[in-house]
């Protein structure tokens, strides 16, 4: 049957999703998922739309969220596009703006689902390396006659480093294409380019309520860009792409500052202390300004150390990048998690003694 596949779809890598065991067996800090539960307000609201009944479609254009995301952002309604996660605006800016056969910029490490959907659109990508300090070099900017999209994840992923807003201005100001800001953990930074996008109308931002709002399993996201685009994108987006569950229980997530303001401080203080704990275990980590921390080592390979933690219930994300390198990427837990991790980390590392495996 795969003789009827597309040749490109046949040949292609898909997208890996880190692993998702089953709840409780796990101490679980691969996804960068928040480790506390969402804003009462979520159940609540969820709890009214079901009580309203799901017989009907729900609103297309999320226009409830639009309307109170737009207060807490700042920005008009009509410049917000909804999507099922931030995964699904991500597949929609794709299919808008890039061709078969064009092209598509990444920065390299960074979050692989970029390169998998170049691969579904039948277009091609480059991937320009970051230099040693997970900045930006000149060859991002560069101008090609058939670059049609940038990809930016801003805080990067893996590395939790941000590029400042004074580059992305000037890398917008320089391409001759649109330039989305993938910012799904822009809650956890010290700052953001929301408000770049009225500055420059080449410049979109993405957003998802997986990682600071703690609602990875609703699955949620939008798009803040030019309103000329937004309409462009409302023509790509599946009919219904967000459920009415969904809408109601992101609504009310948005709307509830104060939970956001307080879970930030938790993660942040959580973050801060659990890259001390690596540091003392001889890892190096790079100043994080997301929900994760990204830890290499100089002395160990680290896919063993990863094997063995998971062996003993601790999942952390192994990655390895070629011509870059390899690393483990640790999502901020609670406290306790944290502790649990950086434990076993200490007795592996002590040559696995006291009965690991």
């Excluded at 639009?66 to 597949?91: E, K, Q, Y």
């Excluded at 219904?240 to 109601?248: E, K, R, S, T």
Aim: charged fraction near 20%; include cysteine; proline fraction near 7%.
């Amino acid at each position: 049957m795969t003789d009827y596949v597309r040749p490109d779809i046949a040949v292609m890598s898909g997208y890996v999703p880190g692993e998702q065991p089953p709840p409780g067996k796990y101490v679980k800090l691969n996804t960068n998922e928040n480790p506390y539960p969402p804003s009462p307000a979520v159940s609540r609201a969820i709890a009214e739309a079901v009580q309203s009944g799901l017989s009907r479609y729900p609103d297309p254009l999320c226009t409830a969220f639009r309307l109170r995301a737009a207060d807490v952002l700042g920005v008009p309604p009509d410049w917000i596009l909804c999507g099922n996660g931030s995964d699904d605006i991500l597949t929609i800016v794709t299919r808008t703006l890039v061709g078969q056969g064009e092209l598509l910029r990444l920065p390299y490490p960074s979050y692989v689902l970029y390169r998998t959907l170049a691969d579904i659109q039948g277009a091609r990508y480059e991937q320009v390396h970051f230099d040693a300090h997970w900045g930006l070099t000149a060859e991002f900017a560069r101008v090609v006659p058939d670059l049609k999209l940038v990809f930016l994840a801003n805080p990067n992923s893996p590395s939790g480093t941000m590029v400042s807003r004074e580059q992305i201005l000037e890398l917008a100001a320089r391409l001759h294409c649109p330039l989305l800001v993938d910012e799904a953990y822009a809650d956890f930074a010290d700052t953001n380019c929301m408000d770049l996008v009225a500055q420059n109308p080449k410049i979109m931002v993405s957003r998802t309520l997986s990682k600071s709002y703690a609602l990875a399993g609703l699955r949620f996201g939008f798009v803040v860009a030019h309103p000329s685009l937004i309409a462009e994108f409302a023509k790509v987006k599946d009919s219904y792409n967000c459920d009415a569950l969904a809408i109601a229980g992101a609504t009310a997530a948005i709307g509830d500052q104060a939970w956001l303001l307080d879970n930030r401080r938790r993660v942040l203080a959580t973050r801060a202390r659990m890259a001390q704990l690596m540091r003392e275990l001889g890892f190096a980590v790079e100043p994080s300004q997301a929900n994760f921390i990204w830890c290499t080592h100089p002395e160990r390979p680290l896919q063993p150390v990863y094997e063995k933690l998971k062996a003993n219930h601790v999942l952390v994300r192994y990655m390895n990048y070629p011509e870059w390198g390899e690393g483990l990427r640790i999502s901020v837990g609670t406290d306790e998690q944290v502790d649990a991790c950086a434990t076993l980390l200490k007795v592996i590392l002590n040559d696995g003694a006291h009965g690991t495996n």
